[in-house]
């Protein structure tokens, strides 16, 4: 299948540092790849793929300081991919509603994976004035919002099987990792540990849009001293070696996640989770098997003594089971053959002729 992936441009194709989109894109595009798939990667220039790439600008956007309008690379690259549509079988796009408008004036079908928060009045009627644009979502919690969106399928993330092992051996400390926001409350985190009396590594990436929150809500926090050491923002290698040696990862969000790769790939590494019931999180942890799914902090704090009832090799057996790239680009797939055949379906003609002249029933399409 020539398959086209169309990645956000903020961060390189995989992230050098954090990044979630960018970096399942990376890991899709490989696995299609190595399943035999034609995939060109339309992504910054800086990327690393085995795939064909093309690309509007030299490097990812976050970190360019040469950038100053972030859209406009972004409406280039989109211009590329419908002018040359016509060379693959599907487009797939990751950057949200942008490819919209142009998704109906081609011949070739394009799907898009929403990886974002859906529940922001001003975004799904936009997606529901585009009903012939099929959508897939990274979960499904992350479809109430819009229950009446052309749905196609939901496909959760995956990892690359042999990214992350199990460590030897585990630590006497507690993760939160990604990034520091109000809707991922590294507040909590700092709360729970304190309260379960256990080490808290944070190893988290501060944007500009949530500085004042940092400095208003989080720094004071650390400036108390005790249990808590923040780490600042991590590369891969040292995310490997803080997942596998926590004893678990906190997960204590309060906002609708749509996915939250970091339980992944905490679940890799052999590490349980324990979070906060809220969005894609009863979907992808077992209770009580990978992780705690709990309500308040002061549950969560109980549940780090809890942890010793948890076999860590099931973490690993579940991700191997659900959440690796080859499962992950399977599925994908299987929804891009679905759109492919619908597509054909519509295009068969009921009746041909045939050499007498009369008509009859046409003869079942060919791929």
């Known amino acids: 299948m020539r398959i086209a992936q169309v990645a956000p441009l903020y961060e390189r194709v995989p992230p050098a540092l954090y990044g979630g989109t960018e970096r399942v894109v990376s890991y899709l595009t490989e696995a299609l790849v190595a399943q035999g798939h034609q995939v060109t990667l339309f992504a910054s220039g800086d990327s690393l793929t085995a795939a064909r790439l093309r690309s509007p600008c030299a490097r990812a956007l976050r970190l360019d300081p040469a950038c100053r309008d972030p859209l406009a690379p972004h409406v280039r690259m989109l211009g590329d991919v419908y002018q040359h549509a016509q060379e693959f079988d599907i487009i797939h796009c990751h950057t949200d509603y942008l490819g919209l408008p142009l998704a109906e004036t081609v011949r070739t079908p394009t799907v898009i994976t929403l990886h974002g928060r859906l529940d922001i009045p001003d975004v799904w009627p ?45 630590g006497d400390y507690l993760l939160f990792l990604g990034r520091i926001s109000p809707e991922k409350r ?31 809500q989080i720094l004071p926090l650390l400036e108390q001293g005790g249990l808590v050491e923040f780490l600042g923002e991590v590369d891969d290698s040292q995310k490997r070696v803080l997942l596998a040696g926590a004893r678990a ?26 979070a906060r019931r809220r969005g894609s999180v009863p979907e992808i942890l077992v209770d009580g098997v990978t992780g705690f799914v709990c309500e308040t902090d002061e549950e969560m704090a109980a549940a780090v003594h809890r942890l010793h009832d948890l076999d860590r090799r099931h973490c690993r057996t579940e991700f191997e089971a659900r959440f690796t790239a080859e499962v992950m680009a399977r599925r994908y797939v299987a929804l891009f053959t679905q759109v492919l055949e619908r597509r054909r379906a519509r295009q068969r003609p009921l009746f041909a002729v045939s050499g007498a002249g009369r008509l009859a029933d046409s003869a079942p399409a060919t791929a």
């Open 126 to 170: 936009l997606y529901l004035d585009y009903p012939e644009v099929p959508l897939i979502s990274i979960s499904d919690a992350q479809r109430e919002p819009m229950p009446h969106a052309q749905w196609l399928g939901t496909v959760h993330h995956g990892l690359p099987r042999d990214l992350y092992q199990p460590g030897d051996t585990v």
């Open 249 to 274: 990862l906190l997960f204590p969000i309060d906002w609708p996640e749509p996915f939250g790769l970091v339980m992944i790939e905490a679940l890799a590494c052999g590490t349980p989770v324990i």
């Open 186 to 216: 590294p507040d909590a985190a700092i709360q729970i540990a304190r309260l379960a009396g256990v080490p808290l590594k944070i190893a988290a990436k501060i944007d500009a849009a949530d500085r004042a929150y940092w400095q208003r």
